[in-house]
């Protein structure tokens, strides 16, 4: 999500060519309400937060500007504006207390693709016109970025946080099911979310929340009773779901974990079990933080690439391995196939590998390439060195 503050950053909403739901439907929900689980009623995002309020997780209260009424908006219509400033009323205390206004797009937060920084959300929305404002603005950047896709809008509460974060319920560079991963900073989660801080990170173990792992400067307040309850999110989260899930989440001024974002860990993200070794390995010197959003757009593929065009010249991997990606992002942080490149090895999965001939033929392949190439690497590098001047 795009994060911006209230009254600096605006969209004009321009409905030619929006795409709009039927026009029959509920205008507006709470998240308790019948129906406001309904994907296609109020976005992926907020049916999730639904969902888990119907568990009884802890989630903020909050209404949506569903699909239909945010279509409207689209095509230059008015909101309900006497139903929207009762709820208003109700969830801002008369406007005496800040709101958070978030994007909720049926296409975010899919098994295949969570869509993250794609859409606009506003923090600290003060007053009953930069509210409307705040919704314009969110329901603006579905055209913005040319989403056809329809658009709600989720409302709730800005609580004041003691620490936030993110929580995988798995080890993403492993997909080991039996440890979670965390990343924790004092503050919102939206600063790692867009990447202006890296946070503190930490491998948990599913039962308990003891760190067998931790990367980062020292958290106050991340306790062990705060890890156990972090584990604890993780695996109701993973029981109402259905599958481990990637959490956005806060300890609040009373010291309360919220649930503020659950969306199933995108399978691009998760290696499958028993899969090859992952590590930030020789791009850890280059890359040693998290990415924000617009860093992984710039960098993780063009590195993918060359990672690729590296081993498909010298033959040091076979087409299988090529086939696959090579370098994956978790939580904003690079990791490439260890096993790919040489650093760790891969998987054998039965006795027949332990005999098979083409893996030394392969590194004995590679090796000679790599002397012919060390050999002619004055010699490129002359002729690069000659083009660049030229160009």
Excluded: C
């Excluded at 009953?128 to 056809?148: I, K, M, P, T």
């Excluded at 280059?286 to 757009?297: G, N």
């Excluded at 196939?337 to 001939?357: E, K, M, N, T, V």
């Amino acid at each position: 999500m795009r994060v911006t503050t209230a009254g600096l950053s605006w969209f004009t909403v321009d409905a030619v060519g929006a795409a709009a739901p039927p026009d029959t439907g509920p205008l507006l929900l709470d998240l308790g309400d019948f129906g406001s689980d309904r994907t296609e009623l109020v976005g992926a995002k907020a049916a999730n937060l639904a969902r888990a309020s119907y568990a009884g997780l802890p989630v903020l209260p909050g209404f949506v500007v569903t699909t239909h009424a945010a279509a409207r908006v689209r095509r230059g219509e008015q909101l309900p504006e006497q139903a929207l400033r009762t709820r208003w009323k109700q969830l801002s205390g008369n406007g005496t207390r800040a709101l958070i206004v978030r994007s909720s797009s049926v296409a975010e937060d899919s098994a295949t693709s969570s869509m993250a920084g794609r859409f606009d959300s506003v923090l600290d929305v003060r007053g009953w016109d930069g509210f409307l404002d705040a919704v314009r603005q969110v329901v603006g950047s579905a055209d913005a970025v040319g989403s056809d896709a329809p658009i709600a809008v989720l409302v709730q509460p800005m609580s004041t946080a003691q620490l936030g974060g993110v929580l995988f319920g798995l080890d993403p560079l492993t997909g080991d099911r039996r440890r979670l991963f965390a990343s924790v900073v004092a503050g919102l989660p939206e600063e790692i979310v867009s990447g202006a801080a890296t946070g503190t990170s930490v491998v948990l173990s599913r039962g308990l929340g003891r760190a067998l792992e931790t990367v980062g400067p020292q958290v106050p307040g991340l306790t062990a009773g705060l890890r156990y309850r972090l584990a604890a999110l993780a695996r109701r989260t993973r029981s109402v779901f259905g599958s481990p899930q990637d959490m956005e989440w806060l300890v609040d001024a009373d010291g309360v974990l919220r649930l503020l974002q659950s969306r199933p860990v995108t399978a691009a993200a998760v290696p499958p079990r028993h899969s090859r070794p992952l590590g930030t390995a020789p791009i850890a010197e280059t890359f040693p933080d998290a990415l924000s959003t617009l860093e992984r757009d710039l960098w993780q593929r063009p590195l993918d690439e060359g990672i690729r065009a590296a081993l498909e010249l010298s033959g040091a991997a076979s087409r299988a391995v090529l086939s696959r990606p090579l370098v994956h992002s978790f939580g904003g942080r690079l990791a490439v196939d260890l096993a790919a490149i040489g650093a760790a090895p891969g998987p054998r999965r039965s006795w027949l590998d332990l005999i098979d001939p083409r893996t030394g033929l392969r590194k004995l392949r590679a090796a000679w390439r790599i002397g012919r190439l060390r050999t002619a690497y004055p010699m490129l590098v002359e002729d690069l060195v000659d083009q660049v001047d030229e160009q």
